[in-house]
């Protein structure tokens, strides 16, 4: 249990309009922090008002890409209360993470705890307009100032939090896939499975390649053959074909997604065949001739259930459902957004009120 102090600011910022909130945009009064010093493990913790960081220009973390991170949020419910979405598997996926990064990790009902206070220290900022919710991003950073290659001795784990509405300015509205078949995002061994900024720094010549094509995002291959479909820039990736919905395994490659993961627990619920056995791209875009690709929809946090229209790969192109949202997709992004904004009973015991 952490002792958390409050250092509270009495200016306020104004709060952006709601339907024009973007991803990523704002960010609200106050940033929640506890160091780690190896030795002593993790103390001071506290939230402060959002400020820039005062960090040494030799801090690991800015030369070695020693962090990591996580995404989740906090819904606004009919009632005016405030909801968040399985939080605690964020802090298990992180704990994974940071083992692979050799960097500290909160417990469980630590993570969850500071989640709750700084969600509840900011709970103005947490909008109610349809669609919108208050992404909560976690972090932690090397701080000690050292060139040399080694762990850092001292860190921090940090939440800021950003009032958002969709992650694609398409909305729910299909968005186009390009397939890479020339960089790679993870191979087995490597930090694939890890929620670190360096996958994605890594990532964006892809993305940017993508938007050069009339694009707007990336789905990796794998990384050893570039045969098997892995997931998509921020998003996991389902296929439906033939009526089974598919999605790569998770075997340290690819994300464990929280979204991906409830949808699949929702599938399996509803009946639906799911495989976690490799899929091949050859096997999608033969599939899509024979006009047996039904659905394709990407997952994330930031993303929700986001409909793909079209994916191209090398010379070939898939038009999927004629630009429209597939039935699944529907009723995941239904169910999952009901349960999340409570509009839909949680009959899966996903939510926590903060
Ligand atoms: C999330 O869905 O929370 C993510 O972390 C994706 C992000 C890289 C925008």
Redesign the pocket.
């Known amino acids: 249990m952490l002792d958390i102090r409050y250092e509270l600011t009495q200016q306020k910022k104004d709060k952006p309009d709601p339907q024009k909130l973007g991803f990523g945009v704002h960010y609200t009064d106050h940033m929640f922090i506890v160091d780690h010093t190896e030795g002593i493990g993790w103390h001071d913790a506290r939230i402060v008002p959002y400020a820039p960081l005062q960090l040494d220009p030799a801090a690991m973390t800015l030369h070695y890409a020693m962090e990591s991170f996580e ?1 989740l949020k906090a819904y606004r419910q009919p009632d005016g209360s405030i909801r968040l979405f399985r939080p605690d598997k964020n802090a298990e996926r992180m704990i994974n993470t940071n083992r692979r990064m050799c960097l500290p990790a909160l417990p469980v009902e630590d993570f969850v705890q500071a989640v709750k206070a700084i969600v509840k220290t900011e709970e103005d900022w947490v909008p109610s307009e349809e669609g919108t919710s208050l992404y909560i991003r976690p972090f932690v950073i090397a701080t000690e100032p050292h060139l040399g290659v080694r762990t850092s001795k001292t860190h921090q784990f940090l939440i800021i939090c950003s009032p958002v509405g969709a ?1 694609y300015s398409t909305g729910i509205n299909p968005v186009k896939i390009f397939v890479e078949d020339e960089y790679t995002r993870a191979t087995p061994g490597g930090t694939g499975f890890t ?1 670190c900024g360096g996958n ?1 720094a890594a990532s964006l010549i892809s993305q940017v390649k993508a938007h050069e094509l009339g694009y707007e995002q990336t789905l990796w291959l794998d990384g050893v053959e570039h045969k098997y479909v892995e997931e998509v820039g ?1 998003m996991n990736c389902f296929f439906k074909i033939g009526g089974t919905v598919y999605t790569a395994p998770c075997t340290g490659t690819v994300l464990p997604g929280v979204t991906r993961m409830s949808c699949i627990e929702l599938l399996k619920k509803w009946g639906y065949a799911v495989s976690e056995e490799r899929l091949a791209i050859a096997d999608v875009m033969k599939a899509s001739q024979d006009g047996r690709l039904e659905e394709v929809f990407g997952t ?4 929700v259930i986001s409909p793909v229209g079209e994916l191209r790969f090398e010379d070939q192109v898939a038009y999927i459902n004629d630009g429209r949202i597939g039935e699944v997709t529907h009723r995941l992004y239904d169910t999952i957004t009901g349960i999340q904004w409570g509009t839909l009973p949680d009959d899966m015991g996903w939510t926590t009120g903060i």
């Not at 994330?300 to 993303?303: E, F, K, M, N, W």
Request: positive net charge.
């Open positions: 995404g992650y929620k994605y921020s994330g946090t930031a993303a």
